[in-house]
Nanobody
Framework: QVHLVESGGGLVQAGGSLRLSCVASGSIFSIISMGWYRQAPGKQRELVAVIGSGGSTTSADSVKGRFTISRDNAKNTVSLQMNSLKPEDTAVYYC?????????WGQGTQVTVSS
């Protein structure tokens, strides 16, 4: 079983920054990717950024140049540095870890950006 603990959400003014972190623990043998997704009220969950085991990254066009994803393989931790936040970034942010056959989602952490 895999357990994810997310931290770092909160309320921030537009233009501000937040850093999200997610620590994975449990029966993890080979993580192929770790990432962040978000879901705003009334919208579908969407990819924010994902980082592979080799360090390759994929991110949504809406966050490029503002958000940076990083990973510590030794600590099974993935972080998301979010700068220049906008009100449209307001959402619940979910951590996801893919370590076949495990595909685990975190509980989510609220990020609210006020205008």
């Amino acid at each position: 079983q895999v357990h994810l603990v997310e931290s770092g959400g909160g309320l921030v003014q537009a233009g501000g920054s937040l850093r999200l972190s997610c620590v994975a623990s449990g029966s993890i043998f080979s993580i192929i990717s770790m990432g962040w997704y978000r879901q705003a009220p009334g919208k579908q969950r969407e990819l924010v950024a994902v980082i592979g085991s080799g360090g390759s990254t994929t991110s949504a066009d809406s966050v490029k140049g503002r958000f940076t994803i990083s990973r510590d393989n030794a600590k099974n931790t993935v972080s998301l540095q979010m700068n220049s936040l906008k009100p449209e970034d307001t959402a619940v942010y979910y951590c996801r870890v893919r370590a076949p056959p495990v595909d685990q989602w975190g509980q989510g952490t609220q990020v609210t950006v006020s205008s």
